[in-house]
């Protein structure tokens, strides 16, 4: 197949730094709504203290993300893709409002009813990151590298971001009458004005940039059809011609099965490196890290600490003679941070709180470090379909290495009542 640009040869670094930006606008609105439950979860602790809410809402999120993710992978080579992205950030906003409303509803009372609501709307996040996560990562990775790195950094900076807006919310309202409620309600309804902005972004600007639309018509031409919605938004016409008759092995691509095997240490390192992290983040941090001199601010520190790193993390590889690009180098280097498991158990028992932060540092650091180094190497001397598939094949790995992550942070509990 073919596309009419109308110009005589694609402008392929027009728009780059403006593509960039917008990948990292984009990467912040794939996290920001679930990270802004993460970070309320002071405000969640409150409510429901007899539920373990840092650990459920998890446990909740992740078989929806793992199990829509699967899904949409399997199906990806004929999924539309500016469908698919759009859906997940208009589910965003949707469920981010619906919090709003079930606060207001019933009247921040706590309880089994309410809980369950929030559980709903964890389970709808799962399955919007599922969409957004999956496709984006698929989508930028027959694109320059720069944008695939720039939209995970700012996944991660959606952490540092919410970080932020919680620790001005809880500073502003915190010796006022019901304060808790009134940052947590100002926080999320900010979170529902940044979904919205995503939604604008990926429906009328991203597909419109000149070098984003170079991208994927040499997806399309190399037999991509997952591009063929976002071309037709760009304004780019399509025309019918004879070139799959003419030359059938141009459009032949490697299956996901063959895609996966090629890439089986990539996959595994990935699946580790998240079953570690969520199996320390959040949950431990914020109930098993007992009581230090920052009181109630203590758990909001670790977890802006570790979203502080994770994003430093992930520009760490723009630093050409410090990536690491070693395949074996990548698979060492994931399975030497299970050594922070028993680093994390003796530093809550006897550790004070400035070895706390120095490990959960150096544990998002890591995390963000790698996640990088992974992604932006695994597609690299594949065609366009191809590329697309492994990405979402990785990002299946990466869900479902945080599902696994989510469940074995429930060991901690073991002991303590458990």
């Known amino acids: 197949m073919g596309y009419d640009t109308g110009v ?4 392929k670094q027009r728009g780059k730094l403006l593509a960039i930006f917008v990948c990292w606008l984009l990467g912040n609105g794939s996290l920001f709504a679930w990270n802004s439950m993460l970070t309320i979860e002071d405000y969640y602790v409150y409510l429901f203290p007899d539920y373990h809410p840092t650990r459920v809402l998890t446990v909740v999120y992740q078989p929806f993300a793992v199990t829509t993710i699967a899904i949409l992978a ?11 992205n759009l859906f997940g950030f208009i589910l965003f906003f949707f469920s981010t409002l619906a919090l709003v409303i079930l606060d207001v509803a019933t009247g921040s009372k706590g309880g089994i009813g309410p809980f369950i609501g929030v559980c709903i709307t ?20 027959f694109m320059c590298p720069e944008f695939l790195q720039s939209f995970l950094a700012g996944l991660a900076a959606s952490g540092v971001l919410t970080s932020a807006l919680r620790f001005i919310t809880k500073a502003a309202f915190e010796n006022s009458q019901n304060g808790l409620r ?14 919205l902005l995503c939604v ?14 170079h991208f994927r018509m040499k997806a399309a031409s190399e037999g991509s059809l997952t591009v063929s919605a976002d071309l037709v938004a760009a304004g780019i016409q399509h025309k019918s011609d004879n070139e799959a008759e003419e030359d059938p092995k141009r459009l032949e691509r490697l299956s996901n099965k063959e895609l996966f095997l090629q890439n089986i240490d990539y996959a595994i390192s990935l699946y580790l490196i998240y079953v570690l992290t969520l199996s320390i983040f959040p949950g431990f941090l914020s109930e098993d890290t007992g009581s230090h001199s920052l009181g109630s601010w203590y758990a909001l520190v670790l977890i802006a600490m570790y979203n502080v790193w ?3 993390g992930r520009y760490v590889p723009l630093i ?6 070693s395949r074996k180098g990548i698979l060492a280097a994931t399975l030497s941070r299970f050594l922070l498991i028993p680093a994390f158990y003796f530093t809550a028992k006897y550790g004070d709180q400035g070895y706390m932060i120095l490990l959960t540092s150096f544990l998002g650091l890591t995390n963000g470090y790698l996640t990088v180094c ?9 065609k366009g379909p191809e590329q697309n598939a492994l990405g979402n094949l990785l990002v299946v790995c990466l869900l479902g290495g945080i599902f696994c992550g989510v469940t074995l942070d429930w060991l901690w509990l073991i002991g303590k009542g458990w």
């Open 8 to 11: 005589t040869e694609a402008p």
């Open 74 to 84: 399997y199906r990806e080579a004929k999924s539309n893709t500016r469908q698919r």
């Open 122 to 141: 964890s389970a709808c996040f799962g399955i919007a990151d599922a969409h957004v996560q999956g496709g984006m990562v698929g989508d930028l990775s």
């Open 182 to 195: 009134k940052g947590a309600m100002l926080f999320f309804s900010i979170t529902c004005l940044f979904e």
């Open 200 to 213: 604008f972004l990926y429906a009328f600007v991203f597909p419109k940039i000149p070098i984003v639309k």
């Open 310 to 312: 994770d994003l430093i």
């Open 320 to 325: 050409p003679s410090i990536k690491l690009t």
């Open 374 to 382: 992974i992604l932006t190497e695994a597609p690299k001397g594949y």
